[in-house]
Nanobody, 127 residues
Framework: QVQLVESGGGLVQAGGSLRLSCAASGRTFSRYAMVWFRQAPGKEREFVAAVTYNGGRTSYTDSVKGRFTISRDDARNTVYLQMASLKPEDTAVYYC????????????????????WGQGTQVTVSS
């Protein structure tokens, strides 16, 4: 059974930092990009960051560039999202997902091209 399990969410003050982890089990995702999305109450799920299968390229939505860093450790089958200088507008449930396109190194990542999803972890940033 394939599982993606996110952890590391919580309540933090504006300006603070958190590191999210996404641990995969049941298969390896070393041939696939891994992606973080988020969904705030009343809003659609949106792309946050992605890392290519080999870690050679990362992509970010504009609102998190310079503050968030995505990375992967295939030896641990884990993807990370380091978040710094957090803002109240970063409050959301954060989900990790596996892109279904093997060896994809492009710049487009959407929910419709992801096959596996975690259950999400809540991040709340207070002002």
């Amino acid at each position: 059974q394939v599982q993606l399990v996110e952890s590391g969410g919580g309540l933090v003050q504006a300006g603070g930092s958190l590191r999210l982890s996404c641990a995969a089990s049941g298969r390896t995702f070393s041939r696939y990009a891994m992606v973080w999305f988020r969904q705030a109450p009343g809003k659609e799920r949106e792309f946050v960051a992605a890392v290519t299968y080999n870690g050679g390229r990362t992509s970010y939505t504009d609102s998190v560039k310079g503050r968030f860093t995505i990375s992967r450790d295939d030896a641990r089958n884990t993807v990370y999202l380091q978040m710094a200088s957090l803002k109240p507008e970063d409050t959301a449930v954060y989900y990790c997902a596996a892109d279904r396109r093997p060896y994809y190194v492009g710049s487009y990542y959407g929910t419709e091209v992801c096959d596996y999803w975690g259950q999400g972890t809540q991040v709340t940033v207070s002002s």
